[in-house]
C-alpha cells in the first residue's frame, strides 16, 4: 500500500471508531443545520478533525479540503475529506454512510479511501495501482446491456431547481433498467458502483469532497467517470456519471437527453 494511502486509511479507521461510538446514542448528539435539508452534527466535526489531525501530523506541509472546515494551507497537494457522507442516514441510524478521504496532486486524484465503519468495508485505490475491497483487487462490472442494469443515485435535497429534468432522467431510467436505487452516501455508491454491485451511478450537484475518492476507485477499478457533457470535469462541476464501460454510451445518451441548457454547459 502507498505511505500516503495507508496513512488515510489510518485517518479514515480513527474517525470510523467515533461515528460508530456515537451511533450507540444519537439522541444526545448535537445536531444543526447548515441549510434546507442540510445538517451537521458534533460528529461530523470530531471526525473531521480527527482525520485532519492524523493527516497534518504525517504531511504538515499539505492542505485540506473538509466539508465542515472548509480550505487550509496551501500547496501542491490537497486532501480532500468528507467526515460523514450520509449524515441524515446517520441521524437516522439507517446504516448507508462513509467516510471519504481523497488526495489532490496538481489537481490530479491520487489516493483515495472510502470507508463504511458499519460493514468494516474498506475500499481503496492509488493512481495507476487498481482499486480494492479490503485486500481483494476489485473491478467494475461486466454488463452490456441497460435492461441488466442497477444503477444508482441521489436525488434533490437541497436545491430543487434541477428536479424536472431529474425525474425525467429517472422515468427513463426505470422503464429502460432492472432498477434504481438512492442509498443516501454518494461515495459509498460510488464504492458501490467500483466493486460491480452498481452498474452505473449519476448525480447532479455533488461536492468534491462526495466524490473525488470515488471517481478514482471506479477509474481503478476498469470503468469510466465524466461529467454530462462526457468531460473531465466531474470533480469541479459536480455533476457526475459514472459506469462499465460497455454501457457508459447508452447511459449517458439517456442523461444527456433530459438535462436543462444549464446542466448541458
Known amino acids: 500500500?502507498?505511505?500516503?494511502?495507508?496513512?488515510?486509511?489510518?485517518?479514515?479507521?480513527?474517525?470510523?471508531?467515533?461515528?460508530?461510538?456515537?451511533?450507540?446514542?444519537?439522541?444526545?448528539?448535537?445536531?444543526?443545520?447548515?441549510?434546507?435539508?442540510?445538517?451537521?452534527?458534533?460528529?461530523?466535526?470530531?471526525?473531521e478533525k480527527t482525520i485532519i489531525e492524523v493527516l497534518s501530523k504525517a504531511y504538515p506541509g499539505h492542505a485540506f479540503l473538509g466539508e465542515e472546515s472548509g480550505l487550509s494551507g496551501d500547496g501542491e497537494n490537497v486532501w480532500i475529506i468528507d467526515p460523514l457522507d450520509g449524515t441524515t442516514n446517520f441521524l437516522h441510524s439507517y446504516p448507508q454512510y462513509s467516510i471519504s478521504i481523497a488526495l489532490q496532486y496538481r489537481g490530479e486524484i491520487t489516493q483515495a479511501v472510502v470507508y463504511d465503519p458499519n460493514s468494516n468495508e474498506l475500499f481503496t485505490a492509488s493512481k495507476g495501482q487498481g482499486a480494492y475491497l479490503n485486500d481483494r483487487r476489485i473491478r467494475v462490472s461486466k454488463k452490456t446491456k441497460m435492461k441488466e442494469c442497477l444503477i444508482g443515485t441521489g436525488f434533490?435535497?437541497?436545491?430543487?431547481?434541477?428536479?424536472?429534468?431529474?425525474l425525467k432522467i429517472?422515468?427513463?431510467?426505470?422503464?429502460?433498467?432492472?432498477?434504481?436505487?438512492?442509498?443516501?452516501?454518494?461515495?459509498?455508491?460510488?464504492a458501490y458502483t467500483a466493486a460491480g454491485r452498481f452498474d452505473g451511478f449519476f448525480e447532479i450537484d455533488l461536492s468534491k469532497w462526495d466524490i473525488a475518492a470515488g471517481g478514482l476507485l471506479i477509474k481503478e477499478a476498469g470503468g469510466i467517470v465524466s461529467d454530462f457533457s462526457g468531460k473531465d470535469?466531474?470533480?469541479?462541476?459536480?455533476?457526475?456519471?459514472?459506469?462499465?464501460?460497455?454501457?457508459?454510451?447508452?447511459?449517458?445518451?439517456?442523461?444527456?437527453?433530459?438535462?436543462?441548457?444549464?446542466?448541458?454547459?
Open 156 to 166: 434533490p435535497f437541497r436545491d430543487f431547481t434541477h428536479l424536472p429534468c431529474y
Open 233 to 265: 470535469d466531474w470533480i469541479n462541476s459536480g455533476n457526475i456519471i459514472a459506469s462499465t464501460p460497455k454501457i457508459y454510451e447508452p447511459f449517458i445518451k439517456i442523461i444527456s437527453k433530459h438535462l436543462s441548457k444549464e446542466l448541458k454547459s
Open 1 to 47: 500500500m502507498h505511505p500516503m494511502l495507508n496513512i488515510a486509511v489510518k485517518a479514515a479507521r480513527r474517525a470510523g471508531s467515533i461515528i460508530t461510538r456515537a451511533s450507540e446514542d444519537i439522541g444526545v448528539l448535537t445536531v444543526n443545520d447548515k441549510g434546507y435539508n442540510d445538517f451537521v452534527s458534533e460528529v461530523d466535526l470530531a471526525s
Open 170 to 190: 429517472f422515468e427513463q431510467l426505470v422503464r429502460e433498467t432492472s432498477g434504481i436505487r438512492r442509498p443516501g452516501s454518494a461515495a459509498l455508491d460510488l
